[in-house]
């Protein structure tokens, strides 16, 4: 339980050094959410199409695209409107 919060706390702020933007989600929390449903998607995806196995996580590099993929969706979401900014005060 300890080792997904470290690799999703570190695939979250990865990907939010790749993908910068004004509207990042910012925090100690968030920036582990983020990782963390990065690494359920890139599990989630391994699985489908086969590259993991049902009882297999993704690894440390598939949960950081996974995470970028996560933020991609989010800008894209505050960009048309359907989440607030939470850079706009």
């Known amino acids: 339980m300890i080792w997904i ?20 989600p910012a925090g100690f929390i968030l920036t582990a959410v983020l990782g963390i449903a990065g690494a359920f998607l890139a599990t989630f995806i391994g699985q489908t199409i086969g590259w993991y196995r049902p009882d297999q996580g993704a690894g440390f590099i598939a949960a950081t695209v996974g995470a970028v993929v996560v933020l991609f969706i989010w800008h894209r979401l505050v960009a048309s409107g359907k989440l607030p900014d939470p850079g706009a005060r």
């Open 5 to 24: 919060l470290v690799v999703g706390l570190v695939a979250g702020f990865l990907a939010r050094m790749i993908m910068p933007g004004p509207n990042n």
